[in-house]
T-cell receptor, first 110, second 112 residues
Framework: RKEVEQDPGPFNVPEGATVAFNCTYS??????FFWYRQDCRKEPKLLMS???SGNEDGRFTAQLNRASQYISLLIRDSKLSDSATYLCVVSQRGFQKLVFGTGTRLLVSP | NAGVMQNPRHLVRRRGQEARLRCSPM?????VYWYRQLPEEGLKFMVYLQKENIIDESGMPKERFSAEFPKEGPSILRIQQVVRGDSAAYFC??????????FGSGTRLTVV
């Protein structure tokens, strides 16, 4: 079983749609949680950290459920520029060693 | 303030040759990490280094791969006697003592 599991997609949505991605992790010792974005053939970039209390950054909302070991990302009012692969990432010790999911691909169409 | 600099961006090697990948961390960052991304897979942790020290190499293949971060100069990931399965994108990241990662733009290694 992979340590971080994501639905690979692709998710095809029209502009303006709301889309949600889910992720589960297997290591209950995980302490830090993140969503990264990776464009085709580029480096991953931090989108947002994820907290149990939930956090929001503009059109993006992330949620963590430690009991279920489940992380979510909600994107509202999708833009064409949101098309990318979204990587769920966990860490046992801060930033020292990140464990990446394989990513969920999002395609936003006009 | 330049970001994490990796070179070369693309590297082609024949089977059996050596590949040397370089990473210069951001100014003020003392921690370096190497990750590998195989085609259609997620990034996999390889090694975590501080100046002149390997802190965690739990993700490094047991043979042919080595990494260093000398007192002066960039961090080097070396792959000896490359095979086709080594073809991948290799990403370096750096961080300050405490804080978040910044990734470099990666080196794409192709073994022919």
């Amino acid at each position: 079983r992979k340590e971080v599991e994501q639905d690979p997609g692709p998710f095809n949505v029209p502009e303006g749609a709301t889309v949600a991605f889910n992720c589960t992790y297997s290591n209950s010792a995980s302490q830090s949680f993140f969503w990264y974005r990776q464009d085709c053939r580029k480096e991953p970039k931090l989108l947002m950290s994820v907290y149990s209390s939930g956090n929001e950054d503009g059109r993006f909302t992330a949620q963590l459920n430690r009991a279920s070991q489940y992380i979510s990302l909600l994107i509202r009012d999708s833009k064409l520029s949101d098309s990318a692969t979204y990587l769920c990432v966990v860490s046992q010790r801060g930033f020292q060693k990140l464990v990446f999911g394989t990513g969920t691909r999002l395609l936003v169409s006009p | 303030n330049a970001g994490v600099m990796q070179n070369p961006r693309h590297l082609v090697r024949r089977r059996g040759q050596e590949a040397r990948l370089r990473c210069s961390p951001m100014k003020g960052h003392s921690h370096v990490y190497w990750y590998r991304q195989l085609p259609e897979e997620g990034l996999k942790f390889m090694v975590y280094l501080q100046k002149e020290n390997i802190i965690d190499e739990s993700g490094m293949p047991k043979e042919r791969f080595s990494a260093e971060f000398p007192k002066e100069g960039p961090s080097i990931l070396r792959i000896q006697q490359v095979v086709r399965g080594d073809s991948a994108a290799y990403f370096c990241a750096s961080s300050p003592v405490e804080g978040g990662y910044t990734f470099g733009s990666g080196t794409r290694l192709t073994v022919v």
